[in-house]
């Protein structure tokens, strides 16, 4: 938004952050916070300090702003200065949860977490490494950060109504090269508590602040995360539903299939435990070659209405789908009895050869078709979001190289944002469009 509209959003600014911002110790800091906010708003290519500074003070040169004094004021604030990031982030997923009670809002609730690359030259970079990020696609050097997201999909077909917010941002840090190198942490600045974690670790350590706070959903995450069963069964042990990509590789039994029973216990050693088709460590088959042998079961299914209008109203974004009880047997012929029964849930377009995606989903047993469909296809909400934290707003813009500035920027970002989706919210727009983030995502 330009400096004039800005400006008459000064007191609704102040008021949302208000409380958001009471744990910052010093007036001066909460000042600060509120001058970055107000310069990520800004229309503007670049949302690193440099170019807000020159922005911010066009703008309020009124009061006899200097550009060289904001500079050197918000690379303080944001880089160096002590102010608590993850106490803000705990402040602004209590507010999502109480504005969801207090809306009483309807729609299904879903937590949609995933991982995101940023591209960084150099070796400073907290977290910087030659790594794989879906952001481009491949390996290249990057930072990569894991995303929690929250996000109300609306009962009907239509995305309108529904809305989406970021409510935690974590840095990964690579095992090698990182995590085997203190040295290199402390001048990164990185707290001594921390450690490694791989992702799915760091997705469910994000899950279990977010339910502390009050946030609850549907846990949807893609194959980097759901083929790793120790996830799983974490989202299991926090009791979470959840619908999960899985890579084809992974290997199935049908739920009802019959593995025999215990055997006997002989009197020699430890009793058996295992029934004895697990015992004699039989082979489940992969998740590619069970849905591709039951290609009859695949039929069309419609999850939502397109942002394109056809012939007679939006388009209808659809695919062909089959689902089946199953248990995930990735050890079984190892001789590691198959985990409990869920869904698998395969997606077979028009026109490939096999089934192209895969997910797996502890939803009731009694679950349409359907139902499936639209949990996995959810997160498309990221897409958005992403979208408009990034190109609008400079998610990825930092250009600090320590663990406490690039925290501090992702959780004013993630305020930002908010504010975003809130006022575009109260004014009676849907949650899509912010300057030239405004297209809707196809799927």
Request: glycine residues 12%; positive net charge; hydrophobic residues 40%.
């Amino acid at each position: 938004m330009d400096g004039r509209s800005l400006g008459r959003l000064k007191r609704e600014l102040d008021d949302f952050v208000g409380d958001l911002l009471s744990d910052l110790p010093r007036r001066d800091q909460r000042a600060w916070a509120t001058t970055y906010l107000r310069g990520l708003l800004l229309d503007g290519d670049r949302k690193s300090v440099g170019p807000m500074a020159q922005r911010l003070a066009a703008i309020d040169h009124e009061v006899g702003a200097d550009r060289r004094d904001y500079e050197q004021a918000l690379q303080q604030f944001v880089g160096q200065s002590t102010w608590p990031a993850d106490a803000v982030r705990d402040r602004l997923q209590r507010w999502l949860a109480d504005r969801g009670r207090r809306r009483r809002a309807a729609g299904a609730e879903l937590l949609i977490l995933d991982d995101t690359g940023f591209p960084k030259q150099g070796t400073a970079s907290v977290g910087v490494a030659r790594q794989y990020t879906g952001t481009l696609g491949k390996v290249a050097s990057c930072q990569v950060a894991v995303t929690l997201q929250h996000a109300r999909q609306p009962a009907a077909d239509t995305a309108a109504g529904g809305e989406v917010f970021c409510v935690d941002a974590r840095l990964y840090l690579p095992e090698t090269g990182w995590c085997d190198d203190r040295r290199r942490m402390d001048q990164a600045g990185v707290p001594k508590e921390v450690g490694y974690q791989p992702k799915w670790r760091i997705a469910l350590d994000m899950l279990g602040l977010a339910r502390a706070n009050g946030l609850g959903g549907t846990v949807l995450a893609d194959s980097l995360f759901g083929t790793v069963t120790a996830f799983r069964r974490g989202l299991d042990e926090q009791g979470w539903a959840w619908c999960v990509g899985v890579d084809s590789t992974v290997a199935v039994i049908g739920a009802g299939e019959d593995l025999g029973e215990v055997p006997p216990w002989s009197g020699n050693g430890r009793p058996p435990t295992r029934p004895a088709r697990v015992a004699a460590k039989v082979a489940g088959v992969s998740a590619k070659r069970w849905a591709a042998g039951r290609a009859s079961d695949f039929r069309t299914v419609n999850w939502r209405d397109g942002s394109r209008a056809g012939k007679g109203g939006p388009r209808k974004l659809g695919g062909r789908f089959a689902a089946w009880r199953v248990r995930p047997a990735h050890r079984l012929s190892d001789g590691t009895a198959p985990l409990a029964a869920c869904w698998l849930l395969a997606e077979w377009p028009a026109g490939e050869a096999a089934p192209t995606k895969y997910f797996f989903a502890n939803l009731p047993a009694t679950a349409s078709l359907r139902s499936l469909v639209r949990a996995a296809k959810g997160r498309w909400w990221v897409e958005q979001s992403y979208r408009e934290m990034k190109d609008e707003l400079g998610l990825d813009h930092y250009e600090g190289r320590g663990w406490v500035g690039w925290h501090h920027h992702a959780v004013l970002v993630m305020l930002a944002y908010a504010f975003v989706v809130a006022r575009r919210r109260q004014k009676g727009g849907d949650a899509i469009g912010l300057g030239s983030a405004s297209r809707r995502p196809a799927a």
